[in-house]
């Protein structure tokens, strides 16, 4: 993302660096937090776009649901998830937050979390060393411990486990809101390793239809032209998954002009390819002729050595899904490829015949590593959350056990309803008639838990 914080005019790792804020609080570490006048900025924007959360803040100046709170958190740090940061703190939560993503953190945006007091351990191009330091220091505090877990990726969860299992005593619950994160916690819960109830945001309607189909829609070529500034008119593009980011990508580089071919593994995802009009192939049939390869299966391994040694020069690989196994980038680091960064995130690999992949993002999350995302879609997701961490918060004792949950149907319903009024949108009420034929509520929720 176009950031005033590319220019690396100051090299020394922000580990090293003594900053304070304006209150002369130092419990935070991020590039520079001279920037957060910049970043307050950023969020103001991101509010306009952010409606129900503003409306949750408007209803907690009463009554403050999240009273007593210790939430740690580890998503991506944006103007959007500050938003997110500040409403919880409105609803009464104290929070102390890191980075799941080395490349998504918006510097000033960090800057200015940390200025208006919030204790933030993030900056963009952290090590793999910086992403561990920074979620430890977020756990790891004299005389504050969390009781809430937000989690994007399943990585801070995982390092409490590894580090601080005896954390998950005061621990009332964790949230998560990625396919991966989610799926560690239900291998988890199956292992009968799972301590503490959780929420599985990931799946509830409005968070899988909003955040990976519409938005993965609009923000997979803004991630592409931004990079490449590639025409994709005529293209051929392989889209490796057809799940709601596989589905997202593909209508919008279809509806571009682009020449669609699709991989799957399900025979229900790979038959809704065919009815949308994408041919289905198996990856090796098409790696020779394709101009763009992109991952989002949530797999390892998809695109290997083996494919990038075939792909024609000047192929275009990249990925969607949330972590960086997809293509197998270690296997290009190797003495006889050379290596030419061009801009920011985008590398070329050159093979010893000159021929040339491009490769994005180091096979990162693309559209976060190298564009924004559209704040509105981040609005619902973040909407969801917070109902998830007061939900469980406040659940009483037994109403959840060690395992994984789905958010109630009535919240999804809610947090579309709130959304409603930026478009003028009027909803139809059902009579006491209709609801009695439809064995419904008038007031929801209108559809059961198995709907899909």
Request: charged residues 25%; neutral net charge; aromatic residues 8%.
């Amino acid at each position: 993302a176009a950031s005033y914080t590319d220019s690396s005019e100051d090299e020394t790792s922000p580990r090293d660096k003594q900053q304070k804020n304006s209150k002369g609080s130092s419990d935070f570490c991020v590039k520079n937090i001279k920037q957060a006048e910049f970043g307050r900025r950023e969020i103001e924007i991101a509010e306009q776009e952010m409606p129900a959360l503003m409306a949750l803040r408007k209803r907690a100046q009463g009554e403050k649901p999240l009273a007593g709170a210790k939430i740690v958190g580890c998503t991506h740090i944006t103007a959007q998830t500050a938003v997110l940061m500040e409403t919880l703190g409105a609803l009464g939560a104290q929070c102390r937050w890191a980075a799941c993503n080395i490349y998504s953190t918006l510097n000033e945006v960090a800057a200015a979390l940390a200025e208006s007091g919030f204790p933030v351990f993030a900056w963009k191009g952290e090590s793999e060393d910086d992403f561990w330091w920074c979620i430890d220091r977020c756990v790891n505090v004299e005389g504050w411990q969390p009781n809430m877990i937000l989690d994007d990726g399943g990585d801070l969860t995982h390092w409490i486990y590894k580090k601080y299992p005896n954390m998950f005593k005061k621990i009332k619950g964790i949230v998560e809101e990625s396919v991966t994160g989610v799926h560690r916690l239900y291998q988890l819960s199956k292992a009968g390793k799972l301590c503490v109830p959780a929420m599985n945001v990931n799946d509830s309607v409005t968070k899988q239809k909003f955040d990976n189909l519409y938005c993965c829609r609009e923000s997979i070529l803004d991630g592409l032209k931004r990079t490449t500034d590639m025409m994709f008119g005529g293209k051929q593009v392989v889209v490796c998954g057809y799940g709601e980011v596989g589905k997202g990508c593909c209508a919008a580089l279809k509806a571009m002009g682009s020449i669609v071919y699709v991989t799957e593994i399900d025979p229900i995802c790979a038959l809704q390819a065919c009815m949308d009009g994408f041919r289905l192939v198996k990856l090796n049939e098409v790696i020779r002729q394709v101009d763009i390869v992109i991952t989002c299966t949530g797999n390892k391994n998809v695109v290997t050595r083996e494919h990038l040694d075939r792909m024609k020069n000047s192929c275009i690989v990249c990925n969607m899904g949330h972590s960086n196994t997809e293509i197998d980038v270690a296997s290009l680091r190797t003495p006889e490829l050379t290596w030419e960064r061009v801009r920011s995130q985008v590398d070329h690999v050159i093979w010893p015949d000159g021929k040339r992949i491009v490769l994005l993002a180091e096979g990162r999350l693309l559209n976060l590593s190298c564009s924004t995302v559209p704040t509105f879609v981040l609005s619902i997701t973040a909407t969801t959350q917070a109902l998830a961490l007061i939900e469980l918060y406040n659940a009483p004792e037994g109403r959840y056990k060690q395992d994984v949950y789905l958010l109630p149907k009535k919240m999804d319903e809610y947090v579309a309803s709130l959304h409603l009024p930026t478009f003028d949108a009027h909803l139809t009420e059902l009579t006491d008639e209709q609801a009695k034929y439809l064995g419904l509520n008038k007031n929801g929720p209108f559809k059961p838990n198995y709907y899909r």
